[in-house]
């Protein structure tokens, strides 16, 4: 229910009917209405269909020892394999996506568990079978390799083809690609004992709040009730979240430390310098740009420090505790309903055009999404598509502002893979993370440009931008943050250091106190709080995080393009998002208007943040004359 006026206007709407907000993550997943639930009927009708494309592709991997033998004999031949490689994959990734899609929305239903290992084991068979395509391409002389390239309908294959001879020195040979690959059958395991444990296994507590109400702090609920209007509440959410995760700390740290090493080991077997190296290059990008990064962030920490300042003062606390950093901190009974947020999304994104929100409109209306959290359902937000159909997006919507931007931010994501998947052929539409995250941080600024430009109200404009100030602090210095402390656990790892609870929590906490504790004691960050390393399922995801900050820097220089009406912003942008994986990702940013060689988008970002802090406290210091 929208409870202040300014949604009302910004949405143009004269007269809204109230409605009951209903609280799903305790229900049973078979009593959320449908129109809430994703529709993966354009996967599979159905699991006999899934069963029926299983058992195809298991015959067509098994052809692929006959087929290996003349594959170079002439170049038809090449472009044939890729071709039969192609459909393949392409099936694999749709099994894949609707086992997955249908574990996560009920993660205490093992049937779906027992698909995902199936197509896991499938993928794993695949490739021990294709490991010797690699080092057969990268054998190749340049002679040989440029005749190939020659055949006009390889046209479509000469990026992966060149992609593969720069990664030469980093490919092994057949009998070592196929052990490797056999390893890919466990390479998933710490993430999906991770996974088990925290959205299955472990007995959230259930809290009292203030006005009664009785919570099980869940991941989801977490989420949800961390931002708690009574401080005293807040301090219950995080006290019962986190001394939970305490207690299953060692095993938490079990898994990541084999995640690590799984890292480590890779990086050793295929002759890079580190895992850092090892993750980026592949992606043809420079562990500069990990470290440009972290660099920018630390020489602007007083930024981030001038913010929490800043908040302390609007809050009205002598100091702030960790467990208020996510509290709304201008006060207002925000709510922003799923169907109004759809609305306020669509008006934000105008300036990418008829052609982007005129598919948008059509995703919102073609169940593209799963809304709401049921009893079950894993935590937290993503996008994920297949070639073959529309792509998907997963939430956990709370009817809160943090609900309505993750909205939009999972939707850049899935407007990402559409536009992508529609203009590439297959080989070429599975973009990178380094680029994926600029869609859907982009859209994330749209949103808070469109909501201050339409605000008059001093206090609801107030109360935009320090969101827009919320998420700089959660997306550039918390996410680096993160990629600060993953690229010090792969150092101990590479040291020989095993990486046990207390190392963990050590490390962690040692990081988040120079983040966040300010010279002046503004911030006091309690010990507690270096068991947080174990609620971040991203760690799992090999330098992950620090895309997002790469992102949003890249995101903010090219939105204010698009803004200002610079010639032809609009249209690089979508140009970009149209490309796929057609260029190297440092290479679709530079055309699309950001150059992450340099630390400029990043000290954009800092310069966008320091003027909004000042807009801030200008906006303050005239509503408290």
Known sequence: ???????????????????????????????????????????????????????????????????????????????????????????????????????????????????????????????????????????????????????????????????????????????????????????????????????????????????GEKVTINQSNYVKYRSSKNREDRKKVFEAFFKTLKQFGHTTAATLNEEIKLHFINAKLRNYKSCLEASLYPNNIDTTVYKNLVEVANENLDVLHRYMKLKKKIMGFKELRYYDLYADIIPGNYEFPAEEGKKIILKALKPLGEEYTTKLKDAFNSRWMDLYPNKGKAGGAYSDACYDAHPYVFLNYNDDYESLTTMAHEFGHAMHSFLSNSNQPFINSQYTTFVAEVASTMNETLLERYLVKNLEDKREKLFILMQYLEMLRNTFFRQTMFAEFELKIHELIEKGQPLSEEVLSKTYLNILKKYYETPDGDVKIDDIYGIEWAYIPHFYMNFYVYQYATSISASTVIAEKILKGEKNARENYLKMLKSGCSKPPVELLKMAGADLTTKKPEEKLIEVMSKTIDKVEKLWSELNK
């Open 1 to 211: 229910m929208i409870k202040n006026a300014f949604l009302l206007f910004l949405m143009g709407f004269f007269f809204l009917t109230p409605t009951l907000s209903v609280n799903y993550s305790n229900m049973e997943r078979s009593k959320i209405p449908e129109k809430f639930k994703w529709d993966l009927s354009p996967l599979y009708k159905n699991i006999s269909v899934w069963e029926k494309d299983y058992n195809a592709v298991k015959k067509e991997i098994a052809k692929i020892k006959d087929l290996k033998k003349n594959i170079l004999k002439d170049p038809e031949h090449l472009y044939n394999f890729l071709q039969f490689k192609d459909k393949i994959e392409r099936t694999l990734s749709k099994l894949y996506l609707f086992a997955h899609l249908s574990q996560d929305v009920d993660l205490t239903n093992s049937k779906n568990s027992e698909l995902v290992g199936r197509v896991t084991f499938l993928f794993s068979t695949y490739s021990k079978e294709i490991s010797f395509f690699k080092p057969l391409i990268a054998r190749l002389s340049e002679k040989d390799f440029n005749k190939l390239l020659s055949y006009k309908p390889l046209k479509t294959y000469r990026e992966y083809l060149t992609d593969i001879r720069r990664l030469k020195k980093h490919i092994l040979c057949e009998k070592r690609e196929k052990v490797i690959a056999a390893f890919s059958l466990i390479s998933s395991d710490p993430e999906t004992i991770y996974s088990k444990l925290n959205y299955a296994d472990i007995k959230f507590p259930t809290v009292k709040l203030s006005n």
